[in-house]
């Protein structure tokens, strides 16, 4: 059975740090190149980082870049987000996804919430 697992998540004050983990199972995980979505309410889905399956290239959105860090860990099949100075601007569920065509998973996700 796939599943990805993210925890993490919680609530921090504007300027504070988190770091949110996706763990997954079920699959090869080191041969799918692995993303963080965010959704906030009211708004449509947002893909915030990428990593491919060496973990050598990443992506970033504008509104994440020099703030927020992926990597990945191959051996323990995880994958985490450090997000760093954030902002209420960045409260939403995140969800990890896995994708290696044509297989895509999702993960449940997990609440962020920057508020003071």
């Known amino acids: 059975e796939v599943q990805l697992v993210e925890s993490g998540g919680g609530m921090v004050q504007p300027g504070g740090s988190l770091r949110i983990s996706c763990a997954a199972s079920g699959f090869t995980f080191s041969r799918y190149d692995m993303s963080w979505v965010r959704q906030a309410p009211g708004k449509g889905p947002e893909c915030v980082s990428s990593?491919?399956?060496?973990?050598?290239?990443?992506y970033y959105a504008d509104s994440v870049k020099g703030r927020f860090t992926i990597s990945r860990d191959n051996a323990r099949n995880t994958v985490y987000l450090q997000m760093n100075s954030l902002i209420p601007g960045d409260t939403a569920v995140y969800y990890c996804?896995?994708?290696?065509?044509?297989?895509?998973?999702w993960g449940q996700g997990t609440q962020v919430t920057v508020s003071s």
């Open positions: 990593v491919i399956t060496s973990g050598g290239n990443t």
């Open positions: 996804n896995a994708w290696k065509s044509p297989n895509e998973y």
